[in-house]
């Protein structure tokens, strides 16, 4: 009760001195920075998170909490370099899509990711490719179309995958 009065307190004060509440204190000041992600992470329908067309550079920080998540939408976006280490905590992911960004890495991480059935890469900037993606062994379609990717990776690659894999090239 002591700091609800005092954040009221506070926040009267700090209005009439003309400054705002942060806001995690006042939840009505709205994110001027539209290239930072939204402070409140959106919800996930049916274990599904569409962050597509955000002007992202990076996957925000929260996603990689959300282990539950089955299908990942970062496409349309300015992503660049590779995505975070951190894609490994998404065990359960399924999907991956991850098209029409400028990276020119893929983590070797995405490897661990043993549920993927669909990796969408298509149309970056990728010059390599690890070989840990031949660990996905549900894969069932995997586009990298629209790369200057190396093709030793991937025919080294496609040795550790199913063999009725639909590679996109």
Known sequence: MKKLFLLIF???FLSGCGLTLPPSVNSNVANQNTNAP????????????NLSNQNLTKI???VFDRTNLQELDVSNNNLTGAIQAEIRKLRNLKVLKASNNQMTGVPAEIGQLSQLEMLDL????LTGLPYELGNLKNL??????GNNYSELDLSIIQQGLPADVNIIK
């Open 122 to 125: 298509s149309n970056n900037q």
């Open 140 to 145: 069932k379609t995997f586009n990298i179309s």
């Open 38 to 49: 939204p402070s409140d992470p959106p919800p996930t329908l049916n274990n599904k998170l």
């Open 10 to 12: 506070l926040g009267l």
């Open 60 to 62: 925000p920080e929260y």
